[in-house]
Each structure stands twice: as C-alpha cells, then as structure tokens.
C-alpha cells in the first residue's frame, strides 16, 4: 500500500501536471470504485483543480465551489500520467481527463479495493479525517501520548491510522530497524529514551523517504510505486544481510502481511515466533539465529 511518502510524491506529480487546470472529462471504467451517490462525478466537469492535499493514504482533489474528489488507492491501487484522452487499459479503474494529459487510476489484482468518494463541503470532507498525527510536524511529548494511548504492540501501533498518519507495513519496518526496537514490544513496556528515539527515527526515515522519491522522481510523473524497494534496510529483504550488523533480516508472516526485522539489532538475538511455524515446530522453534544455524547445519548432516 502506498505509503506518507509515496503519497507525497504522487500529490506533489498531480500538482505539477494538473493543478490548476480545468477537469475535461471523468472516465468510470469499472463502477464498484466509486463508493458515493451525491454529488455525482459528472459535478466535477469543467471545474478547476484548486489544490492537491493528502489525507493520511489519501489523495483529495479540492475543486472550485467546495466540491472534493478523494482516492484512497488501497493495496494496489496507483496512477499513471498518459497522453490526453488515453485509454484506461485493462487495470484502469477511471481516467481524469486534462488538456495537459489523462491520469489514470489502475488497480492490479482481483481484489478491488481502490475507491473514489465525491463529496461537496469542507464538513463532507472532515468525515475522511481520522485527526491521526502527522509525525513529520508532531512534538515529541504529542507522539509519545499518541503512542501510549493504547497498550498494543509497535508495529500496530505505528500502522494504526487512527493514531499515526500515513504508516503502514512497509516504513513501520523501516523506522522501528532504525530505532533498534523489537516490532513486538508492547507500547506500555517502552521507556522514555526508547519512546523519543522511535519519534525521532520516525522522523528521520519519512523525511529521508521523501526527499529520496522526490529526487528519483524530478519532474517526471512515479512511475515504480512499490512497497518492496532495494535501498530498504528490512521490509522484503528476508534473508538477506542487515546493513548495520549484516545478520540475516528475520520476518514474521501473518494474515496477509509480513513483519521485517534483524534479531541483533532489534530483538537482542532473539528470533520471534512466527504463528504457523511456531505451532508446527513447537518446542524445536528455535530461539536465537545460533539455535537456527545449529538446526540448519544439523539438517544437512
């Protein structure tokens, strides 16, 4: 799913080439995606692109006379810029037609999650707002109390949207690597000193995420959105060598994501159980990566 700054970049493309220029034309290539009734899309025409905004994972198109266009891509969800009038292809789900050019949202997969409401008002658009923090501009005395208002684990804390703005899968794995901390460490377990290095390596990992796609990016239009890029530290690089200590990075795979981490860095070598292979292995899981090599090398004997 893309992420604060993979949103960023594509709001910031969407400015560049559309902002400021009037809506020609709304393409609905696949109904499902439009989850609103009134105003209708057709409401949109010929109306000016006033402002590009993200909302969280969200992407809101301010219109003139209060009406606003939200995209919230989802999983895999993304745009493509195209020549004017270009076809939506076989994944588009709709194309926004400009004098400059078309965008057009595409979703890949059978599973379609990607959505468009079309709302008029500022109060119609506030109910999209989870009021979550925006790490990148938040104290640290409002992040920690963000953080410790429930009692859950890192990793869900920092993808909880209702707490944190824009954190998902991917750069929660990147910040907690960053910050030394183990992703199953219970929030109401963290100390002062481990709560202002996760705001700080929050920070820095977002801030440094963001000015490395804007400088990949250019003036051009995002083209690899992923959530799998190889200058990562952890996410989507299981086993692979950890760039700090070159241990190799651990995961844990649940429902229909996975958790990256290094046991050195993180976890003080310890390795974390992962649910389906922990039940089957049972006592044999193994609790260090010595453990994991002495059982490895045992195998191949």
Not at 52 to 63: C, D, E, N, T
Not at 123 to 129: S, Y
């Given at each position: 799913m893309p992420e604060l700054p993979d949103v960023v970049a594509y709001v910031e493309a969407v400015e560049r080439h559309a902002g400021g220029q009037r809506l020609g034309g709304l393409r609905i290539a696949s109904p499902f995606v439009l989850r609103s009734v009134d105003p209708p899309p057709s409401a949109l025409v010929r109306k000016k692109v006033r402002e590009?905004?993200?909302?969280?994972?969200?992407?809101?198109?301010?219109?003139e006379d209060r009406h606003f266009l939200i995209v919230h891509l989802m999983i895999a969800g993304r745009f493509q810029w195209r020549e004017p009038h270009a076809s939506a292809g076989k994944i588009g789900l709709a194309a926004f037609d400009f004098d400059s050019g078309t965008l057009i949202l595409t979703e890949a997969g059978s599973k379609k999650r990607a959505s468009i409401h079309v709302v008029r008002g500022e109060?119609?658009?506030?109910?999209?707002?989870r009021h979550a923090l925006e790490v990148l501009e938040c104290s640290l005395k409002d992040f920690d109390t963000a953080l410790r208002r429930e009692n859950h684990t890192l990793k869900r804390s920092l993808t909880d949207p209702r707490l944190f703005s824009g954190i998902g899968n991917a750069f929660s794995d990147e910040i907690l690597h960053h910050a030394r901390l183990s992703p199953m460490k219970q929030t109401s377990r963290l100390s002062d000193e481990e709560a202002r290095r996760l705001w700080s390596s929050t920070r820095a990992v977002l801030a440094d995420w963001v000015e490395r796609l804007r400088s990949q990016t250019g003036d051009e239009f995002p083209s690899k959105v992923t959530a799998f890029r190889p200058e990562m530290a952890v996410h989507g690089r299981y086993g692979t060598p950890c760039p700090r200590c070159e241990a190799p990075v651990q995961r844990i795979v649940y429902a229909e994501n996975e958790c990256n981490y290094c046991a050195p860095c993180q976890t003080e070598g310890r390795l974390l159980a992962d649910r389906a292979i922990s039940r089957l292995l049972k006592q044999d899981w193994p609790r260090s990566l010595e453990e994991m090599e002495k059982h490895i090398e045992e195998r191949r004997q």
């Open positions: 590009i905004r993200r909302l969280g994972k969200q992407i809101v198109f301010a219109f109060p119609a658009l506030a109910t999209f707002d």
